[in-house]
């Protein structure tokens, strides 16, 4: 695989992970506002976005392996880590750091898609 082809799917795949994290929180409000029907595809929600988290660490890796930028691995594989949490302390109810850690995770994975459409990532993927 050449860097420009997975440069662009490593943008592809964090541009994704970002809209799909970005509805959770729509999802959780809700639920949280009452309309419990909401739980369900905030929980689904969660599924897909721990499955993006993890596919974009793959990815990520494979990009760093054809000599694209280290950061966005090292990015990647925190997001996916606070995910797992944030996953984890959702199904226990642990509501004090699943609503806190799901702030900073929205603002990571937003910096993150903005940080990896700048044009200097593309001519560090080359």
Do not use: K
């Not at 309309?35 to 969660?46: E, I, S």
């Amino acid at each position: 695989m050449t860097g420009s082809r997975a440069l662009l799917v490593n943008r592809m795949i964090v541009s994704v992970h970002a809209v799909a994290i970005i509805g959770q929180p729509v999802f959780a409000g809700g639920y949280l506002s009452g309309d419990y029907d909401m739980l369900w595809p905030h929980r689904w929600g969660a599924d897909v976005v721990s499955a993006l988290g993890y596919a974009q660490v793959l990815a990520a890796l494979v990009l760093w392996w054809v000599r694209g930028p280290r950061w966005l691995s090292v990015v990647s594989v925190l997001v996916a880590a606070g995910e797992t949490v944030q996953y984890f302390a959702g199904l226990d109810g642990a509501l004090d750091l699943h609503l806190p850690l799901g702030v900073a995770l929205v603002t990571a994975m937003v910096l993150t898609t903005v940080a990896v459409w700048r044009p200097q990532v593309r001519r560090a993927a080359r």
